[in-house]
């Protein structure tokens, strides 16, 4: 396979969540969000991240990840904005 076809193809969230260092369930939102570019998913991860390094959440007492409760939080926001 060329590159060029390589770059075509959308993510599994198991491999953009390794690529990108985030959680499987981090990964399939961003991916939901943001389609099957690998350029747009690649910069919505970055900017993910870097909200998390300014975002201070500490753990959960159900120990939820904060990545996790960042998308789920970003997840709802949509939601309310959709509906």
Same mark, same amino acid.
């Given at each position: ?21 985030? $959680? ?13 570019? +690998?350029? *747009? &998913?690649?910069?919505? %991860? /970055? ?9 201070? $959440? ?13 998308? +789920?939080? *970003? &997840?709802?926001?949509? %939601? /309310?904005?959709?509906?």
């Amino acid at each position: 396979m060329r590159s060029s076809e390589k770059t075509k193809l959308a993510y599994t969230a198991a491999e953009f969540a390794e690529k990108h260092g985030l $959680t499987v369930k981090a990964a399939e939102i961003i991916l939901s969000m943001n389609g099957s570019s +690998r350029v *747009a &998913c690649d910069a919505a %991860a /970055r900017a993910f991240k870097k909200r998390l390094r300014t975002d201070n $959440t500490a753990m959960t007492e159900n120990d939820e990840k904060p990545a996790d409760i960042w998308a +789920r939080r *970003a &997840c709802a926001g949509i %939601a /309310r904005a959709c509906f």
